[in-house]
Protein backbone atom coordinates (compact mmCIF):
# COMPACT_ATOMS: atom_id res chain seq x y z
CA UNK A 1 0.00 0.00 0.00
CA UNK A 2 1.38 3.22 -0.84
CA UNK A 3 1.19 6.68 0.24
CA UNK A 4 1.29 9.64 -2.09
CA UNK A 5 2.96 9.93 -5.35
CA UNK A 6 1.78 6.87 -6.78
CA UNK A 7 1.54 8.14 -10.30
CA UNK A 8 2.77 6.72 -13.40
CA UNK A 9 6.14 9.24 -14.70
CA UNK A 10 4.45 10.19 -17.50
CA UNK A 11 1.79 11.72 -15.37
CA UNK A 12 2.29 14.87 -13.77
CA UNK A 13 0.36 15.79 -10.53
CA UNK A 14 -1.51 18.97 -10.40
CA UNK A 15 -2.37 19.05 -6.93
CA UNK A 16 -0.12 16.73 -3.98
CA UNK A 17 -0.84 16.79 -0.11
CA UNK A 18 1.46 14.35 2.02
CA UNK A 19 1.13 14.09 5.18
CA UNK A 20 -2.27 16.08 5.91
CA UNK A 21 -3.67 16.10 9.70
CA UNK A 22 -6.27 18.13 11.33
CA UNK A 23 -8.36 17.36 14.50
CA UNK A 24 -11.24 18.56 16.39
CA UNK A 25 -10.86 18.60 19.72
CA UNK A 26 -8.92 15.49 19.93
CA UNK A 27 -11.08 13.63 17.29
CA UNK A 28 -8.47 12.97 14.66
CA UNK A 29 -10.53 13.39 11.53
CA UNK A 30 -7.84 13.80 9.18
CA UNK A 31 -4.31 11.37 9.94
CA UNK A 32 -1.80 11.81 7.56
CA UNK A 33 -4.04 11.83 4.24
CA UNK A 34 -1.56 11.78 1.20
CA UNK A 35 -2.14 11.36 -2.46
CA UNK A 36 -1.61 12.87 -6.03
CA UNK A 37 -4.42 14.48 -8.26
CA UNK A 38 -3.04 13.77 -11.77
CA UNK A 39 -3.34 17.12 -13.90
CA UNK A 40 -6.14 16.92 -16.45
CA UNK A 41 -8.13 13.69 -15.15
CA UNK A 42 -10.69 13.23 -13.03
CA UNK A 43 -9.80 11.54 -9.43
CA UNK A 44 -12.66 10.27 -6.99
CA UNK A 45 -12.07 10.75 -3.00
CA UNK A 46 -14.25 7.71 -1.83
CA UNK A 47 -14.37 6.43 1.54
CA UNK A 48 -16.70 5.61 4.58
CA UNK A 49 -18.21 8.44 5.88
CA UNK A 50 -16.33 10.12 8.70
CA UNK A 51 -13.19 9.78 6.70
CA UNK A 52 -12.51 12.53 6.49
CA UNK A 53 -13.27 13.22 2.82
CA UNK A 54 -14.85 17.30 3.12
CA UNK A 55 -12.10 18.09 6.24
CA UNK A 56 -9.54 17.14 3.11
CA UNK A 57 -11.10 19.42 0.61
CA UNK A 58 -11.59 22.23 2.89
CA UNK A 59 -8.07 22.07 4.05
CA UNK A 60 -6.75 21.78 0.40
CA UNK A 61 -9.01 25.12 -0.85
CA UNK A 62 -7.79 26.85 2.31
CA UNK A 63 -11.27 26.77 3.92
CA UNK A 64 -9.70 25.22 7.16
CA UNK A 65 -5.65 24.99 8.70
CA UNK A 66 -4.11 21.58 9.06
CA UNK A 67 -2.31 20.80 11.80
CA UNK A 68 0.39 19.01 10.03
CA UNK A 69 1.28 18.26 6.32
CA UNK A 70 2.13 20.04 3.01
CA UNK A 71 -0.15 21.05 0.57
CA UNK A 72 1.22 21.54 -3.02
CA UNK A 73 -0.33 22.99 -6.44
CA UNK A 74 1.86 22.12 -8.92
CA UNK A 75 5.13 23.66 -7.76
CA UNK A 76 4.16 25.67 -5.49
CA UNK A 77 3.88 24.96 -1.97
CA UNK A 78 0.56 26.46 -0.69
CA UNK A 79 0.07 24.70 2.99
CA UNK A 80 -2.42 26.91 5.08
CA UNK A 81 -2.73 29.88 2.32
CA UNK A 82 -5.95 31.58 2.94
CA UNK A 83 -8.32 30.38 0.27
CA UNK A 84 -8.63 33.51 -1.48
CA UNK A 85 -4.91 33.28 -2.47
CA UNK A 86 -5.41 29.13 -3.47
CA UNK A 87 -8.58 30.17 -5.52
CA UNK A 88 -6.03 32.60 -7.51
CA UNK A 89 -4.26 30.20 -8.45
CA UNK A 90 -6.63 28.56 -10.12
CA UNK A 91 -8.44 25.90 -7.10
CA UNK A 92 -11.81 26.34 -7.03
CA UNK A 93 -13.94 24.24 -4.72
CA UNK A 94 -17.66 24.01 -4.64
CA UNK A 95 -19.55 22.94 -1.43
CA UNK A 96 -21.72 19.49 -0.66
CA UNK A 97 -24.40 22.01 0.75
CA UNK A 98 -24.80 24.38 -2.42
CA UNK A 99 -24.36 27.62 -0.80
CA UNK A 100 -25.87 30.36 -3.10
CA UNK A 101 -25.02 34.10 -3.17
CA UNK A 102 -28.69 34.40 -2.87
CA UNK A 103 -29.34 38.06 -2.46
CA UNK A 104 -27.48 38.07 -6.37
CA UNK A 105 -29.35 37.08 -9.64
CA UNK A 106 -28.27 33.95 -10.95
CA UNK A 107 -25.96 36.04 -13.68
CA UNK A 108 -24.65 38.35 -10.93
CA UNK A 109 -23.74 34.82 -9.16
CA UNK A 110 -21.04 34.29 -12.24
CA UNK A 111 -20.11 38.00 -12.57
CA UNK A 112 -18.54 37.32 -9.02
CA UNK A 113 -16.50 34.77 -10.09
CA UNK A 114 -13.57 35.59 -12.31
CA UNK A 115 -10.73 37.00 -10.01
CA UNK A 116 -9.06 40.48 -10.50
CA UNK A 117 -11.59 42.54 -11.85
CA UNK A 118 -11.09 45.68 -13.08
CA UNK A 119 -14.21 47.23 -11.48
CA UNK A 120 -13.18 46.24 -8.20
CA UNK A 121 -10.63 49.11 -7.68
CA UNK A 122 -12.50 52.36 -6.67
CA UNK A 123 -9.89 54.30 -8.59
CA UNK A 124 -11.16 51.76 -11.36
CA UNK A 125 -14.66 52.72 -10.74
CA UNK A 126 -14.48 56.58 -11.12
CA UNK A 127 -11.35 57.25 -13.36
CA UNK A 128 -11.55 54.57 -15.85
CA UNK A 129 -15.30 53.46 -16.24
CA UNK A 130 -15.01 53.23 -19.87
CA UNK A 131 -12.73 49.75 -19.16
CA UNK A 132 -14.55 48.33 -16.44
CA UNK A 133 -17.50 48.70 -18.83
CA UNK A 134 -15.77 46.77 -21.65
CA UNK A 135 -14.39 43.82 -18.97
CA UNK A 136 -17.87 43.50 -17.36
CA UNK A 137 -19.83 43.16 -20.87
CA UNK A 138 -16.97 40.50 -21.53
CA UNK A 139 -17.65 38.69 -18.51
CA UNK A 140 -21.48 38.79 -18.86
CA UNK A 141 -21.28 37.50 -22.31
CA UNK A 142 -18.94 34.32 -21.01
CA UNK A 143 -21.74 33.82 -18.11
CA UNK A 144 -24.69 33.92 -20.77
CA UNK A 145 -23.14 31.03 -22.38
CA UNK A 146 -21.94 29.29 -19.31
CA UNK A 147 -25.12 29.44 -18.00
CA UNK A 148 -26.91 28.60 -21.41
CA UNK A 149 -24.29 24.86 -21.01
CA UNK A 150 -25.92 24.99 -17.76
CA UNK A 151 -29.51 24.97 -18.47
CA UNK A 152 -29.48 27.98 -16.15
CA UNK A 153 -29.86 30.52 -19.06
CA UNK A 154 -33.71 31.46 -18.52
CA UNK A 155 -33.26 31.49 -14.33
CA UNK A 156 -30.23 34.55 -15.03
CA UNK A 157 -32.02 37.62 -13.79
CA UNK A 158 -34.00 35.41 -10.70
CA UNK A 159 -32.68 35.51 -7.73
CA UNK A 160 -29.92 32.38 -6.45
CA UNK A 161 -32.17 31.61 -3.39
CA UNK A 162 -35.15 30.76 -5.60
CA UNK A 163 -33.73 28.56 -7.47
CA UNK A 164 -34.62 24.58 -6.90
CA UNK A 165 -32.08 22.25 -5.32
CA UNK A 166 -30.94 20.60 -8.18
CA UNK A 167 -30.37 24.16 -9.68
CA UNK A 168 -28.50 25.02 -7.10
CA UNK A 169 -26.33 21.96 -7.69
CA UNK A 170 -25.65 23.72 -10.95
CA UNK A 171 -25.31 27.08 -10.29
CA UNK A 172 -22.07 26.03 -8.22
CA UNK A 173 -20.37 24.43 -10.35
CA UNK A 174 -21.80 27.24 -13.29
CA UNK A 175 -20.22 29.52 -11.14
CA UNK A 176 -16.65 27.56 -9.88
CA UNK A 177 -16.63 27.39 -13.87
CA UNK A 178 -17.20 30.82 -14.70
CA UNK A 179 -13.78 31.53 -12.44
CA UNK A 180 -11.71 29.54 -15.16
CA UNK A 181 -10.21 26.84 -12.97
CA UNK A 182 -7.52 24.72 -13.27
CA UNK A 183 -8.22 22.32 -10.75
CA UNK A 184 -12.27 21.68 -9.38
CA UNK A 185 -12.55 20.30 -6.13
CA UNK A 186 -16.41 18.94 -5.94
CA UNK A 187 -17.44 18.03 -2.91
CA UNK A 188 -20.31 15.53 -3.81
CA UNK A 189 -21.76 17.14 -6.46
CA UNK A 190 -24.24 14.66 -7.12
CA UNK A 191 -25.57 14.17 -3.77
CA UNK A 192 -28.97 14.12 -3.65
CA UNK A 193 -30.22 14.90 -6.85
CA UNK A 194 -32.58 13.13 -9.05
CA UNK A 195 -31.01 9.97 -11.66
CA UNK A 196 -31.34 12.26 -14.70
CA UNK A 197 -29.44 15.44 -12.90
CA UNK A 198 -26.70 12.82 -11.85
CA UNK A 199 -26.43 11.83 -15.77
CA UNK A 200 -26.27 15.32 -16.88
CA UNK A 201 -23.22 16.51 -13.91
CA UNK A 202 -21.49 13.80 -15.06
CA UNK A 203 -21.08 14.68 -18.45
CA UNK A 204 -20.57 18.54 -17.25
CA UNK A 205 -17.44 17.02 -15.47
CA UNK A 206 -16.31 14.80 -18.01
CA UNK A 207 -16.81 17.83 -20.86
CA UNK A 208 -14.65 19.51 -17.95
CA UNK A 209 -11.86 17.39 -18.32
CA UNK A 210 -12.13 17.54 -21.94
CA UNK A 211 -11.49 21.61 -21.86
CA UNK A 212 -8.40 20.42 -19.74
CA UNK A 213 -9.50 21.21 -16.15
CA UNK A 214 -8.38 19.02 -13.34
CA UNK A 215 -11.13 17.05 -10.78
CA UNK A 216 -10.98 15.82 -7.81
CA UNK A 217 -14.42 14.87 -6.71
CA UNK A 218 -15.60 13.34 -3.59
CA UNK A 219 -18.25 10.79 -4.85
CA UNK A 220 -20.40 8.07 -2.79
CA UNK A 221 -22.01 6.34 -5.93
CA UNK A 222 -19.19 3.83 -7.21
CA UNK A 223 -21.48 3.66 -10.65
CA UNK A 224 -19.94 6.68 -11.67
CA UNK A 225 -17.11 6.23 -10.30
CA UNK A 226 -16.55 3.86 -12.71
CA UNK A 227 -18.10 6.17 -15.57
CA UNK A 228 -16.05 8.86 -15.66
CA UNK A 229 -13.34 8.72 -12.78
CA UNK A 230 -9.72 8.29 -14.14
CA UNK A 231 -8.30 7.70 -10.41
CA UNK A 232 -9.61 7.05 -7.18
CA UNK A 233 -8.41 7.64 -4.26
CA UNK A 234 -9.49 5.79 -0.80
CA UNK A 235 -9.78 7.43 2.56
CA UNK A 236 -10.30 5.81 5.19
CA UNK A 237 -10.06 6.69 9.51
CA UNK A 238 -8.27 10.38 8.25
CA UNK A 239 -5.44 8.22 6.39
CA UNK A 240 -4.78 7.76 2.85
CA UNK A 241 -6.07 3.57 2.46
CA UNK A 242 -5.02 3.02 -1.53
CA UNK A 243 -5.14 4.96 -4.60
CA UNK A 244 -5.40 3.70 -8.49
CA UNK A 245 -8.02 2.79 -10.65
CA UNK A 246 -11.29 1.36 -9.26
CA UNK A 247 -10.99 -2.56 -11.11
CA UNK A 248 -7.54 -2.66 -9.46
CA UNK A 249 -9.52 -1.11 -5.89
CA UNK A 250 -11.40 -3.83 -6.26
CA UNK A 251 -8.83 -6.56 -5.65
CA UNK A 252 -7.60 -4.69 -2.76
CA UNK A 253 -9.17 -6.77 0.75
CA UNK A 254 -8.36 -3.52 2.57
CA UNK A 255 -10.14 -1.40 0.46
CA UNK A 256 -13.04 -4.02 0.13
CA UNK A 257 -13.17 -3.87 4.03
CA UNK A 258 -13.04 -0.51 3.99
CA UNK A 259 -15.44 0.80 1.90
CA UNK A 260 -16.90 -1.47 -1.05
CA UNK A 261 -17.71 -4.34 0.95
CA UNK A 262 -20.22 -1.27 2.29
CA UNK A 263 -21.25 -0.21 -0.84
CA UNK A 264 -24.85 -1.40 -0.73
CA UNK A 265 -25.14 0.36 2.85
CA UNK A 266 -23.47 4.02 1.45
CA UNK A 267 -25.95 3.11 -1.83
CA UNK A 268 -28.91 3.25 0.82
CA UNK A 269 -27.67 6.47 2.62
CA UNK A 270 -28.99 8.53 -0.67
CA UNK B 1 -41.48 79.29 9.00
CA UNK B 2 -38.84 78.92 6.18
CA UNK B 3 -36.50 78.48 9.06
CA UNK B 4 -38.82 75.32 10.56
CA UNK B 5 -39.23 74.14 6.73
CA UNK B 6 -35.43 74.63 5.92
CA UNK B 7 -33.96 72.74 9.17
CA UNK B 8 -36.24 69.65 8.02
CA UNK B 9 -34.53 69.93 4.40
CA UNK B 10 -31.57 70.08 6.12
CA UNK B 11 -32.08 66.87 8.09
CA UNK B 12 -33.37 65.18 5.36
CA UNK B 13 -30.54 65.33 3.21
CA UNK B 14 -28.22 65.02 6.03
CA UNK B 15 -29.47 61.58 7.07
CA UNK B 16 -29.92 60.44 4.09
CA UNK B 17 -25.98 60.61 3.43
CA UNK B 18 -25.76 58.96 7.01
CA UNK B 19 -28.47 55.82 5.75
CA UNK B 20 -25.73 55.56 2.55
CA UNK B 21 -23.04 55.28 4.79
CA UNK B 22 -24.75 52.30 6.98
CA UNK B 23 -26.15 51.08 3.98
CA UNK B 24 -22.62 49.99 2.03
CA UNK B 25 -22.05 48.65 5.54
CA UNK B 26 -24.15 46.70 7.04
CA UNK B 27 -26.94 46.66 3.62
CA UNK B 28 -24.34 45.43 1.12
CA UNK B 29 -21.64 44.11 3.26
CA UNK B 30 -23.05 42.61 6.23
CA UNK B 31 -20.83 44.15 8.87
CA UNK B 32 -23.67 45.15 11.33
CA UNK B 33 -21.83 48.42 12.83
CA UNK B 34 -23.84 49.33 16.23
CA UNK B 35 -20.92 52.27 16.46
CA UNK B 36 -22.05 53.87 13.23
CA UNK B 37 -23.01 57.27 15.57
CA UNK B 38 -19.45 57.15 16.75
CA UNK B 39 -18.04 57.89 13.54
CA UNK B 40 -20.30 60.59 12.79
CA UNK B 41 -18.93 62.30 15.83
CA UNK B 42 -15.35 61.85 15.40
CA UNK B 43 -16.15 63.11 11.74
CA UNK B 44 -18.21 66.13 13.48
CA UNK B 45 -15.82 66.76 16.27
CA UNK B 46 -13.20 66.79 13.40
CA UNK B 47 -14.87 69.10 10.89
CA UNK B 48 -15.24 71.58 14.11
CA UNK B 49 -11.43 71.83 15.22
CA UNK B 50 -9.97 71.98 12.10
CA UNK B 51 -12.97 74.70 10.98
CA UNK B 52 -12.19 76.62 14.71
CA UNK B 53 -9.44 78.88 15.50
CA UNK B 54 -6.81 78.42 18.00
CA UNK B 55 -8.67 77.05 21.54
CA UNK B 56 -6.52 80.52 23.32
CA UNK B 57 -9.36 82.62 25.00
CA UNK B 58 -12.33 81.15 23.86
CA UNK B 59 -13.61 79.55 27.06
CA UNK B 60 -13.57 76.17 25.25
CA UNK B 61 -10.61 73.54 25.31
CA UNK B 62 -9.74 71.23 22.36
CA UNK B 63 -6.92 70.23 19.89
CA UNK B 64 -5.95 71.58 16.72
CA UNK B 65 -8.32 74.54 16.28
CA UNK B 66 -6.18 75.01 12.25
CA UNK B 67 -9.01 77.66 10.98
CA UNK B 68 -9.84 75.86 7.50
CA UNK B 69 -12.38 77.03 5.31
CA UNK B 70 -15.42 75.22 4.56
CA UNK B 71 -15.16 72.09 1.93
CA UNK B 72 -11.84 71.13 3.09
CA UNK B 73 -12.44 71.05 6.55
CA UNK B 74 -15.38 69.06 6.01
CA UNK B 75 -13.87 66.55 3.91
CA UNK B 76 -10.95 65.75 6.61
CA UNK B 77 -13.07 65.24 8.82
CA UNK B 78 -14.44 62.61 6.34
CA UNK B 79 -11.11 61.47 6.50
CA UNK B 80 -10.77 61.86 10.19
CA UNK B 81 -13.81 58.84 10.64
CA UNK B 82 -12.13 56.89 8.46
CA UNK B 83 -8.88 56.88 10.34
CA UNK B 84 -11.35 55.50 13.29
CA UNK B 85 -12.90 53.21 10.77
CA UNK B 86 -8.98 52.17 9.55
CA UNK B 87 -8.10 51.42 13.39
CA UNK B 88 -10.86 49.93 14.16
CA UNK B 89 -11.13 47.47 11.22
CA UNK B 90 -7.63 46.34 11.65
CA UNK B 91 -8.48 45.03 15.42
CA UNK B 92 -12.11 43.74 14.85
CA UNK B 93 -13.30 42.79 11.27
CA UNK B 94 -10.56 39.93 10.75
CA UNK B 95 -11.96 38.14 13.51
CA UNK B 96 -15.26 38.90 14.44
CA UNK B 97 -18.30 38.49 12.45
CA UNK B 98 -22.10 39.13 13.21
CA UNK B 99 -23.17 39.40 16.47
CA UNK B 100 -20.25 39.32 18.18
CA UNK B 101 -19.01 41.85 15.94
CA UNK B 102 -21.54 43.98 16.94
CA UNK B 103 -20.98 43.38 20.42
CA UNK B 104 -17.52 44.73 20.41
CA UNK B 105 -18.78 47.62 18.09
CA UNK B 106 -21.09 48.62 20.65
CA UNK B 107 -19.04 48.79 23.41
CA UNK B 108 -16.68 50.57 21.52
CA UNK B 109 -19.40 53.61 20.99
CA UNK B 110 -19.79 53.40 24.52
CA UNK B 111 -16.47 53.76 25.23
CA UNK B 112 -15.81 56.41 22.96
CA UNK B 113 -18.99 58.82 24.16
CA UNK B 114 -17.83 58.47 27.72
CA UNK B 115 -14.22 59.58 26.48
CA UNK B 116 -14.72 62.32 24.67
CA UNK B 117 -17.80 63.36 27.19
CA UNK B 118 -15.32 63.13 30.04
CA UNK B 119 -11.63 64.30 28.25
CA UNK B 120 -12.25 67.79 28.51
CA UNK B 121 -9.04 68.45 26.66
CA UNK B 122 -9.95 66.67 23.31
CA UNK B 123 -13.34 68.41 22.26
CA UNK B 124 -14.13 70.39 25.15
CA UNK B 125 -15.83 67.04 27.05
CA UNK B 126 -19.89 67.58 27.98
CA UNK B 127 -20.45 71.23 26.89
CA UNK B 128 -18.81 70.56 23.37
CA UNK B 129 -17.38 72.42 20.57
CA UNK B 130 -19.43 75.77 19.56
CA UNK B 131 -19.18 78.99 18.12
CA UNK B 132 -18.02 76.83 14.61
CA UNK B 133 -17.87 79.26 12.01
CA UNK B 134 -20.62 78.86 9.75
CA UNK B 135 -19.29 78.68 6.26
CA UNK B 136 -19.53 81.49 4.07
CA UNK B 137 -21.20 83.36 6.14
CA UNK B 138 -19.17 86.38 5.69
CA UNK B 139 -18.19 86.49 1.73
CA UNK B 140 -21.79 86.02 0.95
CA UNK B 141 -22.77 88.47 3.84
CA UNK B 142 -25.41 85.62 5.56
CA UNK B 143 -27.54 86.40 8.72
CA UNK B 144 -28.18 84.01 11.75
CA UNK B 145 -31.93 83.84 9.51
CA UNK B 146 -30.53 83.19 6.13
CA UNK B 147 -27.99 80.65 7.14
CA UNK B 148 -30.56 77.92 7.16
CA UNK B 149 -31.63 77.84 3.79
CA UNK B 150 -28.62 78.04 2.43
CA UNK B 151 -26.84 75.41 4.46
CA UNK B 152 -29.57 73.34 3.93
CA UNK B 153 -29.14 74.36 -0.04
CA UNK B 154 -25.75 72.90 0.61
CA UNK B 155 -25.93 69.79 2.04
CA UNK B 156 -28.13 69.34 -0.69
CA UNK B 157 -25.70 69.49 -3.09
CA UNK B 158 -23.33 67.86 -1.36
CA UNK B 159 -25.67 64.92 -0.86
CA UNK B 160 -26.45 64.53 -4.64
CA UNK B 161 -22.98 64.40 -5.40
CA UNK B 162 -22.25 61.18 -2.63
CA UNK B 163 -25.25 59.67 -3.81
CA UNK B 164 -24.23 59.94 -7.43
CA UNK B 165 -20.84 58.46 -6.18
CA UNK B 166 -22.52 55.85 -4.31
CA UNK B 167 -24.12 54.94 -7.18
CA UNK B 168 -21.75 54.21 -8.95
CA UNK B 169 -19.80 51.98 -6.48
CA UNK B 170 -22.87 49.86 -5.65
CA UNK B 171 -23.81 49.67 -9.55
CA UNK B 172 -20.09 48.12 -10.04
CA UNK B 173 -17.93 44.91 -10.23
CA UNK B 174 -16.77 46.59 -6.45
CA UNK B 175 -20.22 46.43 -5.29
CA UNK B 176 -21.30 43.03 -6.07
CA UNK B 177 -17.98 41.91 -4.04
CA UNK B 178 -19.82 43.49 -1.27
CA UNK B 179 -22.97 41.61 -1.76
CA UNK B 180 -21.48 38.54 -1.79
CA UNK B 181 -19.01 39.03 1.06
CA UNK B 182 -22.76 39.98 2.79
CA UNK B 183 -24.12 36.54 1.37
CA UNK B 184 -21.57 34.21 2.20
CA UNK B 185 -17.83 35.16 3.04
CA UNK B 186 -16.85 31.55 2.89
CA UNK B 187 -18.06 31.07 -0.89
CA UNK B 188 -16.36 34.86 -1.87
CA UNK B 189 -13.26 33.72 0.25
CA UNK B 190 -13.29 30.83 -2.32
CA UNK B 191 -13.94 32.62 -5.45
CA UNK B 192 -10.53 34.46 -4.50
CA UNK B 193 -11.80 37.33 -3.25
CA UNK B 194 -10.02 39.13 0.08
CA UNK B 195 -12.50 38.99 2.56
CA UNK B 196 -11.12 41.33 4.89
CA UNK B 197 -9.92 43.70 2.53
CA UNK B 198 -13.67 43.81 0.99
CA UNK B 199 -14.78 44.79 4.32
CA UNK B 200 -11.82 46.67 4.70
CA UNK B 201 -12.81 48.76 1.84
CA UNK B 202 -16.69 48.98 2.48
CA UNK B 203 -15.95 50.13 6.41
CA UNK B 204 -13.69 52.94 5.43
CA UNK B 205 -16.25 54.38 2.13
CA UNK B 206 -19.20 54.13 4.92
CA UNK B 207 -17.12 55.70 8.00
CA UNK B 208 -16.17 58.71 5.06
CA UNK B 209 -20.03 59.36 4.34
CA UNK B 210 -20.59 58.84 8.38
CA UNK B 211 -17.73 61.63 9.03
CA UNK B 212 -19.39 64.54 6.62
CA UNK B 213 -22.61 63.86 7.68
CA UNK B 214 -21.48 64.48 10.28
CA UNK B 215 -19.26 67.30 9.70
CA UNK B 216 -22.25 69.02 8.11
CA UNK B 217 -23.85 68.77 11.21
CA UNK B 218 -21.50 70.84 13.09
CA UNK B 219 -21.46 72.98 10.48
CA UNK B 220 -25.51 73.58 10.01
CA UNK B 221 -25.89 74.19 13.91
CA UNK B 222 -22.64 75.37 14.87
CA UNK B 223 -22.07 73.23 17.62
CA UNK B 224 -22.19 69.63 18.82
CA UNK B 225 -21.58 68.14 22.04
CA UNK B 226 -22.26 64.27 23.16
CA UNK B 227 -26.07 64.86 24.06
CA UNK B 228 -26.43 64.78 19.84
CA UNK B 229 -24.58 61.23 19.62
CA UNK B 230 -25.88 59.30 22.53
CA UNK B 231 -25.19 55.72 20.87
CA UNK B 232 -29.06 55.10 20.61
CA UNK B 233 -28.37 57.35 17.83
CA UNK B 234 -26.89 54.48 15.76
CA UNK B 235 -30.47 53.19 15.25
CA UNK B 236 -32.16 55.85 14.34
CA UNK B 237 -29.75 55.70 11.03
CA UNK B 238 -30.56 52.13 11.11
CA UNK B 239 -34.46 52.79 11.17
CA UNK B 240 -33.72 55.11 8.26
CA UNK B 241 -32.13 52.39 6.63
CA UNK B 242 -34.65 49.49 7.15
CA UNK B 243 -37.81 51.53 6.48
CA UNK B 244 -36.57 53.14 3.31
CA UNK B 245 -35.01 49.71 2.18
CA UNK B 246 -31.86 48.65 2.81
CA UNK B 247 -29.74 48.31 -0.55
CA UNK B 248 -31.69 51.10 -2.32
CA UNK B 249 -30.27 54.74 -2.27
CA UNK B 250 -33.44 56.33 -2.93
CA UNK B 251 -35.13 54.04 -0.95
CA UNK B 252 -32.82 55.48 1.90
CA UNK B 253 -33.84 59.32 0.86
CA UNK B 254 -37.70 57.98 1.18
CA UNK B 255 -36.67 56.20 4.91
CA UNK B 256 -34.96 59.84 5.22
CA UNK B 257 -37.94 61.69 5.04
CA UNK B 258 -40.32 59.44 6.75
CA UNK B 259 -37.94 58.76 9.79
CA UNK B 260 -36.13 61.84 10.22
CA UNK B 261 -38.16 64.28 9.08
CA UNK B 262 -41.25 63.50 9.63
CA UNK B 263 -41.09 61.31 12.73
CA UNK B 264 -38.37 62.96 14.28
CA UNK B 265 -38.40 66.35 13.56
CA UNK B 266 -41.59 67.48 12.70
CA UNK B 267 -43.17 67.04 15.80
CA UNK B 268 -40.38 68.89 17.72
CA UNK B 269 -42.30 71.98 16.51
CA UNK B 270 -45.40 71.19 17.55
CA UNK B 271 -47.11 72.91 20.60
CA UNK B 272 -46.03 71.64 23.85
CA UNK B 273 -48.73 69.58 25.34
CA UNK B 274 -49.49 71.93 28.19
CA UNK B 275 -48.14 70.49 31.76
CA UNK B 276 -46.35 68.04 29.84
CA UNK B 277 -43.12 69.38 28.78
CA UNK B 278 -41.16 67.07 26.80
CA UNK B 279 -43.83 64.39 26.79
CA UNK B 280 -44.07 64.59 22.60
CA UNK B 281 -40.19 63.89 22.51
CA UNK B 282 -40.70 60.74 24.51
CA UNK B 283 -43.69 59.63 22.62
CA UNK B 284 -41.41 59.97 19.40
CA UNK B 285 -39.13 58.18 20.42
CA UNK B 286 -41.76 55.38 21.34
CA UNK B 287 -43.05 56.16 17.86
CA UNK B 288 -40.03 55.11 15.91
CA UNK B 289 -39.58 51.43 17.31
CA UNK B 290 -43.01 51.05 16.66
CA UNK B 291 -42.93 52.34 13.03
CA UNK B 292 -39.90 50.18 13.26
CA UNK B 293 -41.42 47.00 13.98
CA UNK B 294 -44.67 47.52 11.67
CA UNK B 295 -42.34 47.80 8.74
CA UNK B 296 -40.46 44.88 10.02
CA UNK B 297 -43.43 42.68 10.30
CA UNK B 298 -45.32 43.65 7.11
CA UNK B 299 -42.78 45.13 4.92
CA UNK B 300 -39.57 43.91 5.45
CA UNK B 301 -37.62 44.89 2.35
CA UNK B 302 -38.57 48.59 3.30
CA UNK B 303 -41.00 51.07 1.35
CA UNK B 304 -38.68 51.56 -1.80
CA UNK B 305 -36.99 47.96 -1.85
CA UNK B 306 -33.01 46.95 -3.63
CA UNK B 307 -33.79 46.80 -7.21
CA UNK B 308 -32.32 43.40 -9.25
CA UNK B 309 -29.99 44.06 -11.77
CA UNK B 310 -31.13 42.12 -14.90
CA UNK B 311 -29.21 40.94 -17.54
CA UNK B 312 -29.51 44.10 -19.91
CA UNK B 313 -27.75 45.98 -17.27
CA UNK B 314 -24.37 44.40 -17.83
CA UNK B 315 -24.03 45.53 -21.41
CA UNK B 316 -25.38 42.47 -23.23
CA UNK B 317 -28.55 41.94 -24.86
CA UNK B 318 -30.40 38.32 -23.81
CA UNK B 319 -30.94 36.21 -26.92
CA UNK B 320 -33.48 33.22 -27.09
CA UNK B 321 -31.47 30.21 -25.38
CA UNK B 322 -31.37 27.32 -27.51
CA UNK B 323 -30.40 25.13 -24.87
CA UNK B 324 -34.22 25.27 -23.14
CA UNK B 325 -32.14 23.49 -20.38
CA UNK B 326 -35.28 22.43 -18.35
CA UNK B 327 -33.37 20.32 -15.75
CA UNK B 328 -34.38 16.89 -16.86
CA UNK B 329 -35.24 17.28 -20.64
CA UNK B 330 -31.25 16.25 -20.83
CA UNK B 331 -30.61 17.77 -24.34
CA UNK B 332 -27.43 18.06 -23.61
CA UNK B 333 -25.20 17.54 -26.17
CA UNK B 334 -23.16 15.10 -24.44
CA UNK B 335 -25.20 13.24 -21.89
CA UNK B 336 -23.67 10.37 -20.58
CA UNK B 337 -25.47 6.47 -19.84
CA UNK B 338 -24.12 5.92 -16.17
CA UNK B 339 -25.21 2.49 -16.73
CA UNK B 340 -27.71 1.46 -14.25
CA UNK B 341 -27.82 4.54 -12.11
CA UNK B 342 -29.01 4.10 -8.48
Given at each position: ?TVGGVLD?TEIAALRCD?I????????????AAFDVPEGQITALIG?????K??VV?ILSG??????GREFLGETEV???????I??LGLLR???????????????????????????????????????????????????????????????????????????????????????PKILLLD?????????????????I??LR??GVTVLMIE?????V??ICDYVVVL????T?ATGR????????????????????????? | ??????????????????????????????????????????????????????????????????????????????????????????????????????????????????????????????????????????????????????????????????????????????????????????????????????????????????????????????????????????????????????????????????????????????????????????????????????????????????????????????????????????????????????
Open positions: MRGTKAFQGVHAVNGPNGAGTTNAMRCDSTNWPSYRARTFQLSRELGGLTVLENLLTAPAHQEGESLANVFFRPGRVRRQEREHAERALDVLDIYGLYQHRDVRARELSGGQKKLLEIARAVMAEEPMAGVNPALIELIGAYVDESHNLNVEQAEGRLLNELRQNTAVVKAYLGEVIDAGAAH | MTYYVFTLVFFLFDYWILAMGLNIQYGETGILNFAYIGFVAIGAYFTGVFSLHSAKGTGQFYILGLGLPFPLNLLLGGIAAMSLALLVALITLRRLRTDYLAIVLISLSLVLYDFCNNYVGLFNGADGLYNVPEPFAKPFGLNVNSFIPFFACVAAVVSLLMWFAMSRVMRSPMGRTFRAVRDDEVVAAALGKNVFGVKLKSMLIGSFYAGVGGGLLIQFGGSFNPTAWLPGETFVVFAVLLVGGVGSNLGMFVGALLVETLLIHLPAFLPEIPGHPGLIEYFDSALVGIVLMVMLWFRPQGVAPERLRRTPSFGVVPQDSDNSGAIGSLSSPAALELGDAP
